[in-house]
């Protein structure tokens, strides 16, 4: 009886823990709300199919110029990547960047819609699809691939 009040004890902690880590991940990334008030503060008008997809926030917009484009939101500090944007970095800088993050096994590097894509395995292991800054290498959002 002791040794199972002992487990019942050791996996109401455990799970108290994981909830909580849940809690701090989720209050990590900015809302659909936040994105949009985002955007608005950035000039974008029409902000419509907001989603969060891929690791990163997208939506449909018109810029300040009027001109309607799809735009990538980094989901933790809302630094807009308008499909149009122009990659700073080579495929190879990419790659170096992404070593110094630790991600290995980097393979399907591509620039699409203002962001570098990869996928590689991330520092612990896990296959992931990523989504990278094109001016610095810095990862902005992953998933399991």
Not at 31 to 51: P, S
Not at 96 to 114: M, P, R, S
Request: proline share 3%.
């Amino acid at each position: 009886m002791e040794i199972a009040m002992k487990r019942l004890a050791a996996l109401t902690l455990a799970l108290a823990f994981v909830t909580a880590t849940g809690a701090v991940l989720a209050q990590e990334a900015l809302t659909e709300a936040q994105i949009r008030a985002q955007l608005t503060e950035q000039g974008y008008t029409k902000v419509n199919d907001v989603k969060f997809s891929d690791g990163v926030w997208k939506a449909d917009a018109r810029s300040a110029d009027g001109n309607r484009m799809e735009v990538r939101v980094d989901p933790k500090t809302g630094k807009v990547y308008p499909n149009t944007g122009v990659a700073n970095m080579t495929e190879a800088d990419v790659r170096a960047a992404l070593a110094t993050q630790g991600y290995t096994n980097v393979h399907d590097v591509d620039f699409e819609d203002g962001i570098w894509n990869a996928e590689a395995d991330d520092p612990a292991g896990k296959d992931v699809e990523i989504k990278i800054d094109p001016a610095n290498g810095k990862v902005i959002g992953k998933e399991k691939d």
